[in-house]
């Protein structure tokens, strides 16, 4: 009887351990299904790759680009303006305080 009753107790014990086991698994899966992290990163990753395209579209290796051309554009007035201010600036015509 000894025998059956440490067979019992280890079967129990096994079975015990076994459903905690599989409880805990699926209440780890369960959180895992529930949290919209992963969902949230998904969509960030097609709207980037989205705004990748749209860029790419835009700004491609044309020369004629008329966004190209706004840009350089835009970019030359600026750097005209700063290389203005620090030229008057170093040759002692700024009007600081």
């Not at 076994?18 to 699926?26: D, K, R, V």
């Not at 395209?53 to 700004?59: E, G, L, R, S, Y």
């Amino acid at each position: 009887m000894a025998v059956l009753e440490s067979i019992d107790n280890g079967s129990t014990l096994l079975y015990v351990k076994a459903t905690e086991a599989i409880h805990s698994f699926g209440t780890r899966v369960g959180k895992f299904v529930k949290s919209e992290k992963g969902v949230t990163a998904v969509e960030y990753a097609i709207v980037v790759g989205g705004v990748a395209a749209v860029v790419a579209i835009i700004f491609g290796k044309k020369d004629d680009s008329p966004v190209k051309a706004m840009l350089t554009e835009i970019f030359k007035t600026v750097q005209d303006s700063v290389t203005s201010s620090i030229d008057n600036t170093t040759s002692g015509g700024g009007g600081g305080s």
